[in-house]
Each structure stands twice: as C-alpha cells, then as structure tokens.
C-alpha cells in the first residue's frame, strides 16, 4: 500500500502562483509513476502532469505546459506542483496519485481556487 497525501491548496487571485505537495509513503519503491489530476463539477477528471521516479521523465497537458511544472525531491519522497499565472479555469480539487504504470492509489484531494 501506498499513502499520499497532498498539500498547499487555498485561494489565490488571478495570475497567482500556487505550490501543491505529495508526500509519499508505505511501499513507495513499487510505485515508480506519480501524478496529478483535477476535478471539477463541470469537467470531471483531467490530467495534469506525471512524473516517472526512475528516469525523471514528465509529462503534462499539452494546455499546462508553460505554467504548471511538477518536480520531486527523492530524499522526501515528495511530488511537487508548481502552479503559475493561475486563471479561474484551474479551480478545482487537485489529486495526487501513485503506482506502477497505473495509477492504484489516490490522496484526498487539495481544493484550488482562484478567484477572479
């Protein structure tokens, strides 16, 4: 089992800039993919980026990339998502998930919400 548990959320205003954390632990050494997804009401889950533990590798949403940039710190087992020039259309509920090549664990969820 892995635990996540994500961090950082609040409200910011527009053009702000946000950093969420994912603090990872259990078996974290069978989970080498981690990402972040959103949801909201309107438009259900979405991705946002993903990261691969063992080769660095990221991915994002081709529409975030540029503002949103997710990092790690291995000695924390940490994920990070830096958040910038926010808009109104990135509130949302922010995840945090884990696992080997898919994603089998989630966190609760940070609320985002930037206000106009």
């Known amino acids: 089992q892995v635990q996540l548990v994500e961090s950082g959320g609040g409200l910011v205003p527009v053009g702000g800039s946000l950093r969420l954390s994912c603090a990872a632990s259990?078996?974290?050494?069978?989970?080498?993919?981690m990402g972040w997804f959103r949801r909201t009401a309107g438009r259900g889950r979405e991705f946002v980026a993903a990261l691969r533990w063992n080769s660095g590798n990221t991915y994002y949403e081709d529409s975030l990339k540029g503002r949103f940039t997710i990092s790690r710190d291995n000695a924390k087992r940490t994920v990070y998502l830096q958040m910038n020039n926010l808009k109104p259309e990135d509130t949302a509920i922010y995840y945090c998930?884990?696992?080997?090549?898919?994603?089998?664990?989630w966190g609760q969820g940070t609320q985002v919400s930037v206000s106009s």
């Open positions: 259990g078996r974290t050494s069978s989970s080498d993919l």
């Open positions: 998930a884990a696992g080997a090549n898919d994603y089998e664990y």
